[in-house]
T-cell receptor, first 113, second 116 residues
Framework: ETGVTQTPRHLVMGMTNKKSLKCEQH?????MYWYKQSAKKPLELMFV???????ENNSVPSRFSPECPNSSHLFLHLHTLQPEDSALYLC????????????FGQGTRLTVV | DQQVKQNSPSLSVQEGRISILNCDYT??????FLWYKKYPAEGPTFLIS?????DKNEDGRFTVFLNKSAKHLSLHIVPSQPGDSAVYFC???????????????FGKGTLLTVNP
């Protein structure tokens, strides 16, 4: 069992659909993150949750809505996405907020058609 | 404006030789630096890190060097092995006003290919 698990691994959705990405961490970490990786661009931080409270919202459009019901689970709810939102969405977790590395999941490859 | 730059999109080396991956940054507030490795269809995995109070950190075949005055860090892999072939991301963080450094700023990555 990997430390950070993301489902689904692949998702194709229409612009009018509503879908959710799920992330679960089994490492006992207290911070969780959503990152977006687009082609030929750096990993972009989207959201950070620490102790289930959102501490960072990196100017992400409202069509992306995160939810962190507990310290082990993180969701990214998607609605009315655009084709340019197609990317690899990576979840990560870390312990604490001081100089600790983040552990990443395998990502969800999202295609918006 | 990219704050973390990896100017070489790719690097190819022979097995057994040294691989040197470079990273430059512009934000003088960055005080913690990390290297991640990413294989296709997998998420990035942490490799090695260095705090700004150090100029070198070594872990087995991997050594990270930090030159604060030049705002430059590098990852040395020696000897390089075919299994090291992956995309390597440099990342940096700075403490915010609350004293936390959650936010990692990543470079675009360098694809390393180690040829047998």
């Amino acid at each position: 069992e990997t430390g950070v698990t993301q489902t689904p691994r692949h998702l194709v959705m229409g612009m009018t659909n509503k879908k959710s990405l799920k992330c679960e961490q089994h490492l006992g970490h207290n911070a969780m993150y959503w990152y977006k990786q687009s082609a030929k661009k750096p990993l972009e931080l989207m959201f950070v949750y620490s102790l289930e409270e959102r501490v960072e919202n990196n100017s992400v459009p409202s069509r992306f809505s995160p939810e962190c019901p507990n310290s082990s689970h993180l969701f990214l709810h998607l609605h009315t996405l655009q084709p340019e939102d197609s990317a690899l969405y990576l979840c990560a977790s870390s312990q604490g907020s001081q100089n600790t590395e983040a552990f990443f999941g395998q990502g969800t490859r999202l295609t918006v058609v | 404006d990219q704050q973390v730059k990896q100017n070489s999109p790719s690097l190819s080396v022979q097995e057994g030789r040294i691989s040197i991956l470079n990273c430059d940054y512009t934000n003088s507030m960055f005080d913690y630096f990390l290297w991640y490795k990413k294989y296709p269809a997998e998420g990035p995995t942490f490799l090695i890190s260095i705090s700004s109070i150090k100029d070198k950190n070594e872990d087995g075949r991997f050594t990270v060097f930090l030159n604060k005055s030049a705002k430059h860090l590098s990852l040395h892999i020696v000897p390089s092995q075919p299994g090291d072939s992956a995309v390597y991301f440099c990342a940096a963080s700075a403490h915010d006003s609350g004293g936390s450094n959650y936010k990692l700023t990543f470079g675009k990555g360098t694809l390393l290919t180690v040829n047998p």
